[in-house]
């Protein structure tokens, strides 16, 4: 949730420092980000509805994230659910605890909302879900010297109250410092619109509140912001800290930094907040960022895996062209030994409308103008893109 009435914006170009340069084993962790995994979360983030705090389908996103930190093998003892109450209203956080190996009680969230308000939120907020769920299946066996805990909050829509309620009862209790915090990281509306240029990041710095926590803040976001340049394609900017879940920690004097869309895509809110709508290819984006920026923040292991690149890593750069297509479509594969792949276009909801086998053009002029997806699977991996058919 953002409300530009309180927003001042104060955007700048932003540079490497010197100290920060590529790490190997980061980028290598960073390319295993996999669009099939950010579309797929996308796609079922829509499909659970509106997401008011407090509703059936409030609950049910809860339980789908937490199923998904099972599925990656994060045990029971590592995810606890945090209940709140606002009002006549109850709903949950979710919380979940990697421990670090040199302090192990000092800690780097990053952290989002799910709750949404109006339509299923797929860019407010499930972006900033789908790519803190891809930075925790990835950093789940890397070690790293700082705990981390990945937080999904609730009740950010009505007005902070998850992440008010973690800061002021979980942080803080009866007024004093009960987590030792090193940096909390929010990534809040970070899909984009689909058509719009989606090549840069806003990195957000804490430029008010308590003033003590600013130049910390300026620090870490200029360093949020080379660990873009350096694991990811986007470009950067700087601009400040409002009105998200990381402000009620910046209140108790945590140190701040996050992530929101460049270009505005003012689906937030509304009934065309939808998988339709969204960038599936910039979350892509920005999900590599940010396990590269973890990685920094919560100093991981530099030890470079001998591990060979998998094919579902090699898919990623398959290109799908022209897009939007008229008549034929053409598939290019990244690996020119790769000769059976298969082609599959499907609506939004994932009905069948064509499948091709080895075919490198594809004729889809019998399929009506609309926003499809299109999956091409090889050597037992697949990639998922949205293409747009406009004849």
């Not at 930190?69 to 709903?91: H, L």
């Not at 605890?97 to 308000?117: A, Q, R, S």
């Not at 010297?145 to 002021?168: D, P, T």
């Amino acid at each position: 949730m953002k409300k530009l009435t309180t927003f001042l914006c104060v955007a700048a170009a932003c540079g490497s420092f010197s100290a920060q340069t590529l790490i190997q084993a980061y980028k290598n962790r960073a390319d295993l980000v996999s669009q099939t995994n950010i579309t797929t979360n996308l796609q079922e983030f829509a499909n659970l509805g509106v997401k008011t705090s407090g509703s059936v389908n409030n609950a049910n996103t809860l339980t789908w994230i937490k199923n998904k930190y099972t599925s990656y093998g994060y045990t029971a003892s590592q995810i606890v659910e945090n209940p709140f109450t606002f009002g006549s209203t109850s709903t949950k956080n979710l919380v979940i605890t990697k421990t670090g190996t040199l302090y192990p009680d000092k800690y780097v969230i990053i952290c989002g909302h799910f709750d949404t308000v109006t339509g299923p939120g797929v860019n407010d907020n499930g972006s900033g879900t789908s790519a803190i769920l891809e930075a925790a299946r990835i950093l789940k066996d890397v070690p790293t010297e700082y705990s981390i805990k990945f937080i999904h909050f609730s009740g950010e829509e009505q007005g902070l109250y998850g992440s008010s309620y973690y800061a002021n009862n979980v942080a803080f209790q009866s007024g004093v410092k009960k987590l030792d915090i090193k940096l909390v990281f929010n990534l809040d509306q970070v899909g984009g619109k689909l058509g719009n240029t989606n090549n840069k990041i806003i990195c957000e710095r804490d430029t008010g509140g308590q003033s003590g926590n600013n130049a910390t803040s300026n620090t870490m976001t200029q360093q949020l912001a080379t660990c873009t340049t350096l694991y990811s394609p986007l470009q950067t900017s700087i601009a400040s800290a409002y009105s998200s879940d990381y402000m009620p920690f910046e209140q108790k004097g945590y140190v701040i930094t996050g992530f929101y869309e460049s270009t505005r895509s003012y689906t937030e809110h509304t009934v065309n907040d939808t998988f339709a709508n969204v960038d599936p290819v910039y979350v892509f984006k920005v999900a590599k960022a940010a396990v590269g920026a973890m990685q920094h923040f919560a100093t991981a292991s530099t030890t470079v895996s001998a591990a060979k690149e998998s094919p579902a890593k090699s898919l990623e750069t398959v290109k799908l062209y022209p897009n939007p297509v008229k008549d034929i479509l053409t598939v290019e594969l990244p690996d020119s030994k790769i000769k059976t792949f298969t082609v599959e276009i499907t609506d939004l909801a994932g009905n069948p409308l064509l499948k091709e086998e080895n075919q490198a053009r594809i004729n889809i002029s019998r399929i009506a103008n609309g926003i499809y997806l299109c999956t091409v699977k090889a050597e037992g991996s697949n990639i998922t893109r949205k293409i747009i058919i406009e004849k």
